[in-house]
Structures are given as C-alpha cells and as structure tokens.
C-alpha cells in the first residue's frame, strides 16, 4: 500500500492514483498523479510529480518534486546476474520453479542498492529508461526513447541510445542562478504568490536570484 508523504506545504492535496495503477511500498507526496497501469515499486515521489499517460515503472527511485515523467518510460528496471550460468530468474525464484524452498534475497538486495535519484523539475520524455543507478539532475530532459546510462547534470538535455548530451537549457550563469533560488522548495502560500514568476526566467532571476 501507498502512504503519503506529510508534505511541507500550508496546504495539502491527496495524490491521484489510477486503480489500475500499482503503488508497493512506496512515499507519494501531495499534488501527484499516477496514470493508468503505472507500476511503482519501492520508490519515492515528491510533491507536484507526476506519471503521465500509460504503463510505465519506477522501480527503486527517489524522484524530486516538480518532475513530468512520460507515458512507457521506465526508470530502474531489473537487471539480471550476468555473472551466473544462466540469467535466468529460476536462480533467484527457486520457489517459483521448485528447485528451492527459499528465494535469493541477495540479488534483490544488490538491485535495492542501485537506486536511481531524480532530481527536481526534470521531465522524462516518452518510452525513455534511466537504467539501475543513475542520478539525473535537477531541471535536466531525457528525450523520448533515450536509455540513460551515466548521469546527467542539472538542466543538461540528452538523447539517443546511450544517451549524450544535446545542450544545456540556459546558460551556466542562469544555472547557477536557479539552483541557488530552489525554489522547488518553496511552501504552498509562497509558490501562489509567486507563481506568475515562474514564466518569465529574466524576471525571475533579477527579483530572486
């Protein structure tokens, strides 16, 4: 079962979960959304995230605030011990297949282990897969179908298989500006006064910055 993050916010709202969806074990922050068929394993989702469309996964992940993830992406999925005989899972599901009473709690541990990190405000494009381990940055974009194998700095854009850099959305001297704002993290009655702000970067970063 899901249970919701007590978000640091003057105001609350529940997430919205499809009933398709399936939420184990995991944090769901306030002012979410998770799409039809959308798996979610283990992870965390901070506030104003959101899965969109369809049959994606998030699996093992601490995703920031702010963040648009797109239908069929995957983020985490399941790698296999390539260093075994075989990669089959009958090596740690035994129970499944009878050649055991008990199942490998070890690789599943070892996949805990390699969580990826989202940072905030970074939008995740279409059927793209962030594999076991990465971090993305805050405010970067993962093009549609990339598979993000190495990190990704905050507000780089990638693309491709493996995914590389295309671009920085602003220059360094704005970068620094935004992440010195944060203002992600601003509470519910500051982000509403504010809001406007939010569109123009110029004004932004001359009033706040």
């Known amino acids: 079962m899901a249970r919701a993050i007590q978000p640091s916010l003057d ?3 529940a997430p919205r979960i499809d009933p398709s969806a399936t939420v184990v074990e ?3 922050g306030a002012f979410t959304d998770i799409g039809p068929n959308w798996t979610v394993l283990e992870s965390r989702i901070d506030d104003y995230s959101y899965l969109a469309g ?3 996964a998030v699996i093992y992940t601490e ?3 702010f963040c648009s993830i797109a239908s069929h992406a995957v983020i985490n999925p399941g790698d296999h011990p390539m260093q075994r005989v075989t990669q089959h899972h009958c090596t740690y599901r035994p129970r499944r297949y009878g050649f055991g009473s008990a199942d490998d709690e070890g690789v599943f541990n070892w996949r805990r282990s390699r969580r990826c990190r989202i940072g905030h405000d970074v939008w995740i494009g279409t059927s ?3 594999m076991a381990g990465v971090t993305i940055g805050t405010g970067a974009v993962v093009g549609a179908g990339a598979v993000v194998t190495k990190e990704v700095q905050p507000y780089q854009v990638v693309a491709g ?3 590389r850099p295309i671009r920085m959305r602003f220059p360094a001297d704005v970068v620094a500006g935004l992440l010195s704002v944060a203002w992600w993290e601003w509470d519910r009655t500051m982000l509403e006064q504010r809001f406007e702000d939010l ?3 110029d004004r932004f970063l001359e009033k706040y910055a």
């Open 26 to 28: 995991s944090e769901i």
């Open 54 to 56: 369809t049959d994606g």
């Open 11 to 13: 105001c609350t709202a």
């Open 128 to 130: 793209a897969m962030v």
């Open 161 to 163: 298989v493996p995914a």
């Open 199 to 201: 569109n123009d970067v």
């Open 63 to 65: 995703i920031g605030r």
